[in-house]
Antibody, heavy 121, light 110 residues
Framework: QVQLQESGPGLVKPSETLSLTCSVS????????WSWIRQPAGKGLEWIGR???????NYNPSLKSRVTMSIDTSKNQFSLKLNSMTAADTAVYYC???????????????WGQGILVTVSS | QSALTQPASVSGSPGQSITISCTGT?????????VSWYQQHPGKAPKLMVY???YRPSGVPDRFSGSKSGNTASLTISGLQAEDEADYYC??????????FGGGTKLTVL
């Protein structure tokens, strides 16, 4: 059974950089694409971006200037950095497996439990 | 990219059927058969219910079905059960190799 677990700070100061890590178990991180998705309280889901084992990335155009994703195959982990944080970035951040349309997996089939990140001084 | 459009809420009685719509554009929903649907209970992570418009992952009851016509996709839940009460989100791949979600629909089982 594939399991994902987010880790990182629950509180970030305005203008600082958020750093989150997703640890994957039950599957090799080298096999799929991996995404970050966030959800402000009481609102909908927003796809942040995805990364492949090669390091290839795709980002949401609305966040592209502030996002960096990386992957560590030796640790079976991938990470998110989001800089210049503001209150509008306060949300639950999820990591998920997916998506890779050419491979017939154009969806997010496994999700972490989510981590609440609050931006406040 | 704009979020896909879903009704804010739908409701139905146990045993009835409901349908949730998801409207996008020719650059997302209308471009590919890559629409997926997610169920989210309060405080929980989303769960994949339907992918590629109409396919169900293993373990998802066949009461859940999906379809698409043009720029609008739909999720139908038949034989409503109390445990179906949740938020539902659609998602679509886009022509710019990104993914977009709908705003979510709150399903209430009366």
């Amino acid at each position: 059974q594939v399991q994902l677990q987010e880790s990182g700070p629950g509180l970030v100061k305005p203008s600082e950089t958020l750093s989150l890590t997703c640890s994957v178990s039950g599957d090799s991180i080298s096999t799929y694409y991996w995404s970050w998705i966030r959800q402000p309280a009481g609102k909908g889901l927003e796809w942040i971006g995805r990364i492949y084992t090669s390091g290839s990335t795709n980002y949401n155009p609305s966040l592209k200037s502030r996002v960096t994703m990386s992957i560590d195959t030796s640790k079976n982990q991938f990470s998110l950095k989001l800089n210049s944080m503001t209150a509008a970035d306060t949300a639950v951040y999820y990591c998920a497996r997916g998506a890779y349309c050419t491979g017939g997996r154009c969806h997010f089939d496994y999700w972490g439990q989510g981590i609440l990140v609050t931006v406040s001084s | 990219q704009s979020a896909l459009t879903q009704p804010a809420s739908v409701s139905g009685s146990p045993g009835q059927s409901i349908t949730i719509s998801c409207t996008g554009t020719s650059s997302d929903v209308g471009a590919y058969n890559y629409v997926s649907w997610y169920q989210q209970h309060p405080g929980k992570a989303p769960k994949l219910m339907v992918y590629e418009v109409s396919y169900r992952p293993s373990g998802v009851p066949d009461r859940f079905s999906g379809s698409k016509s043009g720029n609008t996709a739909s999720l139908t839940i038949s034989g409503l059960q109390a445990e179906d009460e949740a938020d539902y989100y659609c998602s679509s791949h886009t022509t710019t190799t990104t993914w977009v979600f709908g705003g979510g629909t709150k399903l209430t089982v009366l």
